[in-house]
């Protein structure tokens, strides 16, 4: 079992609409949890990061974590075109080595 | 410029032959890490260093090694290319100052798009 698991998807939703990204994590030493995107022929690029439990909001985008049942997710409102790309989700140990990715969903949003 | 540069963008190349890809960044970051990604399996670790004299293997090493030749330079090599090392590379880099270690934040280049033939 990966100690990540994101559903590679992909994911098509019209212009506008809620979108919800979700991961499922088997780790309960991670405290950092991250999100990224990649954009089609690029790198990944850090779009949220959290600590522990909670919710951090960042303009359209919001990232949840709930410890108790493991499980990551990130809201985008008010979908847009650019938001067309590849979220991965990953999690950390404090003062860790490494991040551990998910596989990535492939998202578009349609005009 | 980019912060991270990769070299090349895409390589096609022939099985068996010795293949080298680097990695420059200019953030002033000591620990960096190459990365390979495949459809459907996400970013896996093949190698990482956290300075100059530290080099350790990720999840996927074999047939892979890595030279950090410099703070700001570290290379991947595919010492005789197969088949199912085609894949996209990432290099990436993070900071162990100012709580960067604690949360591990990664920024990554544009990547490699390797072809082995």
């Known amino acids: 079992q990966k100690e990540v698991e994101q559903d590679p998807g992909p994911l098509s939703v019209p212009e506008g609409a809620i979108v919800s990204l979700n991961c499922t994590y088997s780790n309960s030493a991670f405290q950092y949890f991250m999100w990224y995107r990649q954009y089609s022929r690029k790198g990944p690029e850090l779009l949220m990061y959290t600590y522990s439990s909670g919710n951090k909001e960042d303009g359209r985008f919001t990232a949840q974590v709930d410890k108790s049942s493991k499980y990551i997710s990130l809201f985008i409102r008010d979908s847009q075109p650019s938001d067309s790309a590849t979220y991965l989700c990953a999690g950390s140990i404090q003062g860790a080595q490494k991040l551990v990715f998910g596989q990535g969903t492939r998202l578009t949003i349609n005009p | 410029d980019a912060d991270v540069t990769q070299t090349p963008r895409n390589r096609i190349t022939k099985t068996g032959k010795r293949i080298m890809l680097e990695c420059s960044q200019t953030?002033?970051?000591?620990?960096m890490y190459w990365y390979r990604q495949d459809p459907g399996l996400g970013l896996r670790l093949i190698y990482y260093?956290?300075?100059?004299?530290?080099?350790n293997k990720g999840e996927i090493s074999d047939g892979y090694s890595v030279s950090r030749q410099a703070q700001a330079k570290f290379s991947l090599s595919l010492e005789s290319a197969i088949p199912n090392q085609t894949a996209l590379y990432f290099c990436a880099t993070s900071d162990s100052g100012t709580g960067g270690s604690a949360k591990n934040i990664q920024y990554f280049g544009a990547g490699t798009r390797l072809s082995v033939l």
């Open positions: 260093s956290f300075d100059v004299k530290d080099i």
């Open positions: 953030k002033g970051h000591d620990r």
